[in-house]
């Protein structure tokens, strides 16, 4: 089975700030590779999909890229309500997140 | 808009059963599929299965296998995990998220996702 390895597992950063996370996939694995963003008490929410696919709705601050084992999600321009767990996913694994909090 | 509405918290005790249902509207229910996530504290979200809205087709992780069932009542535009032999390590959120399975190209995401069922195991 694919594993899915993110890092860092938390990060500190201030608003306004470009943040980046990576997803590392145990094998080469295809296009499909979307993020989520997961805040307690609240739905979880798709950012990007297919790799680069910013889903409707999704602030262009949000940007994903890579490809073979190598995956990025970039946030440009940090916003309070950007504060959450960030989770990678290859059907059907999750990474183990990346927890962005305030400095 | 679009939403998946979960039914409210539940405490079980171990050797038992929980059945969460999960309530769509806002678009065709029988155009996609639902799977089921739970996310245990401080772990990542785990997938459990889904379930195709349209046939009813389901596919169980086999972490899973053997323990937990996906039905869906396509009048009610609901569909609901069941559970069955409890354990502590059970406790967690469950979430149902939706699948368009037939969206072309197909990218294999979930792109709306309920608040979650706390389901707490405990004696």
């Known amino acids: 089975d694919i594993q899915l390895s993110q890092s860092p597992s938390f990060l500190s950063a201030s608003v306004g700030d470009r943040v980046t996370i990576t997803c590392r996939a145990s094998q080469v694995i295809s296009s499909y590779l979307a993020w989520y963003q997961l805040k307690p008490g609240k739905a979880p929410k798709l950012l990007i999909y297919a790799v680069s696919t910013l889903q409707s709705g999704v602030p262009s601050r949000f940007s994903g890229s890579g490809f073979g084992t190598d995956f990025t999600l970039t946030i440009s321009n940090l916003q309070p309500d950007d504060f959450a767990t960030y989770y990678c996913q290859h059907p059907w694994t999750f990474g183990q997140g990346t927890n962005v909090e305030f400095k | 808009q679009v939403q998946l509405v979960q039914s409210g918290a539940e405490v079980k005790r171990p050797g038992a059963s929980v059945k969460v249902s999960c309530g769509a509207s806002?678009?065709?229910?029988?155009?996609?599929?639902i799977h089921w996530v739970r996310q245990a504290p401080g772990q990542r979200p785990e997938w459990m299965g889904w379930i195709n809205i349209g046939n009813g087709d389901t596919k169980y992780s086999r972490a899973f296998q053997g323990r937990v069932t996906f039905t869906r009542d396509t009048s009610a535009s609901a569909a609901y995990m069941e559970l069955s032999s409890l354990r502590p390590e059970d406790t967690a959120v469950y979430y149902c998220a939706r699948d368009m399975i037939l969206a072309r190209p197909y990218y294999f995401y979930m792109d709306v996702w309920g608040k979650g069922t706390t389901v707490t195991v405990s004696s």
């Open positions: 806002g678009y065709i229910f029988t155009n996609c599929a």
